[in-house]
């Protein structure tokens, strides 16, 4: 019986077919003339070499110190615009010195509407409210002062995007 | 980051090749049934080679997967359509030469299993792969597929003992209930 399996197995192995030489030839040469697969290192080099090629690119024709300025600037430019100190003005010619309010978060007085008389009257003025400065919010992007999660989530939405297409495509492959 | 560095699976396409085509033929029968199904292989594999991952599985086990999927499309299409199943591959088709009666008495044995068996023994002599080759492909265990290629085997051993004592009680009547010798080897 140990003799008549190991035969079995031997005339299945020994027995199988075996492709015509000028069909498996065929075949061969439709495979190596398709070239070799595309590695995804060979992708990522890509990729690097194309964002490598655009820096230099730019740094050639000073488009990196002018991108660095405007960065810069655009950082300045809310801060000079509203951390404005107003040491001298009409209103502080004519009315008593500035003394800031005892509670900070004081509820906002108009300036337009003075407490005491008019100019030049003599009488007692109530202390100096100045304009309340536009509050600068974080999350808004300077100059167009978007705000900062629509761009957020516009590349959010794109990653999403990216990785579900990816992963369909993995199952298709799978499910060759 | 394995798959960063996945080299081409059809790098040697020989071998790969004679293994689809002898589990094709396992299948299906020797012949242009299971060159077509060769040829769709190898065309699938071309154009998804590049989403081969190694850390799936070597590029035979990729390939025979191609290969069931493909081989169940061309047996469902067979059963659908009869009348072009191809007659007797082995017989007076050119380059398709049988060695001995004992291979002729293999195909209609083989043929009586059931699918799944079949599928084992064509994986396993056909395609030449391990237990774990073959679990991986079958998704299974590998202590299953070697219990279902045992009782596959097992089976297609008592086919041939049985057609064994029928050609030997066809030769001499007198007889019935003769077995002498390898029913296998008759």
């Known amino acids: 019986m140990k003799d008549r399996k190991f035969d079995l197995e031997t005339e299945l192995r020994t027995g ?38 655009i820096v230099v690119a730019l740094a050639s024709f000073g488009g990196i110190g002018y991108a660095s300025s405007s960065a810069s600037h655009a950082a300045k430019k809310p801060a000079k615009q509203h951390v404005r100190v107003v ?21 906002f007085t108009p300036p337009s509407q003075p407490t005491g008389g008019a100019a030049g009257t003599g009488s007692t003025s109530a202390p100096f409210t100045p304009p309340a400065a536009p509050q600068v919010k974080s999350a808004e992007l300077p100059f167009t002062g978007l705000a900062l999660w629509v761009p957020l989530a516009f590349g959010l939405a794109i990653v999403s995007i990216g990785l579900v297409l990816r992963t369909r495509g993995r199952r298709r492959d799978a499910t060759l | 980051m394995r798959s960063l560095f996945a080299s081409d699976p059809l790098a040697n396409p020989e071998p790969l090749i004679r293994r689809v085509y002898a589990f094709a033929a396992y ?10 199904v060769t040829s769709e292989v190898f065309e699938r594999a071309l154009r998804y080679r590049d989403s081969y991952d190694r850390s799936k599985g070597e590029p035979v086990a990729w390939l025979l997967g191609i290969a069931r999927s493909c ?3 061309a047996l469902a299409a067979r059963a659908n359509n009869p009348a072009t199943v191809h007659d007797s591959p082995e017989i007076g088709t050119p380059g398709f030469e049988d060695d001995s009666v004992r291979r002729l008495s293999l195909a209609p044995a083989l043929a009586q299993l059931a699918e799944r068996d079949q599928e084992l023994v064509a ?6 792969l391990t237990a774990a080759q073959m679990a991986q492909i079958l998704v299974s265990k590998t202590n299953t597929v070697e219990v279902a290629l045992h009782r596959a085997l097992a089976r297609l051993r008592s086919i041939l003992e049985s057609e064994g004592e029928h ?3 066809a030769a001499d009547p007198r007889k019935p209930s003769a077995r002498a010798g390898s029913p296998e080897h008759a």
């Open chain 1, 16 to 53: 199988r077919s075996a492709p015509r030489a000028e069909f498996a030839q065929a075949l061969v040469d439709e495979v190596r003339s398709s070239g070799p697969a595309r590695s995804p290192l060979g992708r990522l080099g890509l990729a690097l070499a194309l964002s490598g090629l």
């Open chain 2, 123 to 128: 994986l396993r002599f056909g395609a030449d």
């Open chain 2, 71 to 73: 081989t169940s499309a």
């Open chain 2, 27 to 36: 299948r299906l029968g020797d012949g242009p049934d299971a060159e077509d």
């Open chain 2, 167 to 169: 050609e030997q009680s």
């Open chain 1, 87 to 107: 040491k001298t003005s009409a209103a502080h010619a004519q009315y008593a010195p500035f003394t800031p309010p005892a509670k900070p978060k004081a509820p």
